[in-house]
């Protein structure tokens, strides 16, 4: 005959543990003071028409970090492997030029790419064309109370 189990019960006599530490609301989340993060490339200072150079790179890799940073900064470039002369041996690289600000473009579809249709407007229209999207988007904007 096999023995037999003994099972255990859950007294009722054991006591229930509770947390030491005291629970309190409405106090508000403290500002963490954050380092700005380092640009390694100058976005920032690039003015349209502007370029740098960056040696050792391909335009794969540098699509990398400049798509993200053309979206950061609201500009657009393009780039180009180059070559710069050096010191021993030519250094080849990417340059990359700013070629327009989004800011100010903001709406506005520019004819230019590869199989559009449309022919591109004149310089003057095109300046017409921002200005009354500007003035529309400065209507639009909600006025703040004085």
């Given at each position: 005959?096999?023995?037999?189990?003994?099972?255990?019960?859950?007294?009722?006599?054991?006591?229930?543990?509770?947390?030491?530490?005291?629970?309190?609301?409405?106090?508000?989340?403290?500002?963490?003071p954050r380092k700005p993060?380092?640009?390694?490339?100058?976005?920032?200072?690039?003015?349209?028409?502007?370029?740098?150079?960056?040696?050792?790179?391909?335009?794969?890799?540098?699509?990398?970090?400049?798509?993200?940073?053309?979206?950061?900064?609201?500009?657009?470039?393009?780039?180009?492997?180059?070559?710069?002369?050096?010191?021993?041996?030519?250094?080849?690289?990417?340059?990359?030029?700013r070629v327009a600000s989004?800011?100010?473009?903001?709406?506005?579809?520019?004819?230019?790419?590869?199989?559009?249709?449309?022919?591109?407007?004149?310089?003057?229209?095109?300046?017409?064309?921002?200005?009354?999207?500007?003035?529309?988007?400065?209507?639009?904007?909600?006025?703040?109370?004085?």
């Amino acid at each position: 005959m096999p023995a037999k189990r003994k099972t255990r019960t859950k007294s009722a006599s054991k006591a229930v543990k509770t947390s030491s530490y005291e629970v309190k609301g409405g106090i508000p989340i403290p500002k963490i003071p954050r380092k700005p993060r380092a640009e390694k490339y100058p976005w920032k200072s690039l003015k349209v028409g502007d370029s740098f150079f960056v040696p050792n790179m391909t335009r794969t890799d540098m699509a990398s970090s400049m798509y993200p940073a053309m979206r950061r900064n609201k500009i657009k470039c393009k780039t180009a492997e180059d070559t710069v002369r050096g010191a021993i041996r030519p250094i080849v690289g990417v340059r990359v030029w700013r070629v327009a600000s989004l800011a100010l473009l903001a709406g506005i579809t520019l004819f230019g790419s590869i199989g559009c249709q449309s022919a591109p407007q004149p310089i003057s229209e095109l300046e017409q064309m921002i200005q009354a999207r500007m003035q529309t988007m400065l209507r639009t904007q909600p006025t703040q109370p004085q």
